[in-house]
């Protein structure tokens, strides 16, 4: 920053207006020969430190003003949730119990689907999914009592699928895994009977993901948050209210949910683009 005030003829902080700190980040923005240009992520936290450079000199008493105040960091673009559609979702659970497997090896498909099937049926983030205990599961009510961020707890509705998925891994897998262990009240273990850990977790649900042909690197790889969008993604697109699905989310707030109806916007800009004879320029 020093740098670029100099080739401006600028030396004293006193002589510094809000054009010349907008200057210097439009040149981050743009880069130049020696650099290249940054993101709007990057000349954000340059710009933030600029702007402590001088709230410190306004408070140290070497300027009488604060010639950063009026300058706006630029806004990195909003980056929607990843969410699947419904075939993809669809492919994506049938894989996860897929292979065939012999002994107690024969569990882990079971577990694996009853997994993600909870996962989707219920919108749970992956620690409230691995930290669900038998007791907090009523297949015959349908429900579960999810354990989130906080301390809060809330109870969601299990669908039949993820429902019907979890009474045969419950009835005809999980047995066989915790005969292995010493004895756990959570729902998902791990081969050794042990509660089975969130990373554990995320190898299943990338593994399937590579079966189903899904992208398991990049930006767009599947993650247990996907799930969590697609849910909230799929609520929405079938006439869900943002604020129940802000309770079924177990979100604080539904500034956060309201993220999610941007996803549906977009997608009803895709249709409209695809379907409507007047729509495309």
């Known amino acids: 920053y020093l740098a670029t005030l100099a080739d401006d003829g600028v030396e004293d902080l006193e002589a510094v207006g809000s054009a010349e700190i907008a200057g210097h980040v439009a040149r981050l923005r743009a880069g130049d020969d020696a650099r ?24 140290e008493g070497l300027v009488a003003q604060d010639a950063s105040r009026d300058v706006r960091p630029p806004v990195p673009p909003r980056r929607l949730p990843r969410a699947l559609d419904v075939t993809e979702v669809v492919r994506l659970l049938e894989m996860a119990g897929a292979v ?3 002994g107690s090896r024969a569990a882990l498909p079971l577990r694996d689907r009853a997994l993600l099937e909870f996962l989707y049926g219920t919108g749970a983030r992956i620690s409230e999914a691995v930290g669900t205990a038998i007791d907090d599961l009523d297949l015959v009510d349908g429900s579960v009592l999810l354990h989130g961020k906080g ?15 979890l009474r045969a891994y419950l009835v005809r897998a999980r047995p066989t895994l915790a005969a292995a262990g010493r004895g756990t009240p959570v729902v998902f273990l791990n081969a050794q009977g042990g509660p089975l850990s969130r990373q554990s977790a995320w190898t299943i649900l990338r593994r399937a993901a ?15 948050h996907t799930l969590r969008h697609s849910y909230a993604t799929h609520l929405l697109d079938g006439g869900a209210d943002v604020r129940v699905v802000q309770e079924l989310l177990g979100h604080a707030s539904v500034t956060t949910t309201q993220v999610y109806t941007l996803v549906t916007v977009e997608r009803l800009r895709e249709v409209y683009a695809t379907a409507h004879p007047r729509a495309r320029g």
Request: charged residues 20%.
């Open 36 to 59: 290249p240009p940054l993101s709007a992520a990057s000349a954000a936290r340059a710009a933030s430190a600029v702007r402590g450079l001088h709230r410190f000199a306004v408070r």
């Open 100 to 102: 065939e497997a012999a």
């Open 151 to 165: 301390g809060r707890s809330r109870l969601v509705p299990v669908g039949g699928y993820a429902a019907e998925s």
């Open 210 to 224: 590579g079966r189903a042909g899904l992208p398991v690197e990049g930006p767009q790889a599947v993650s247990p």
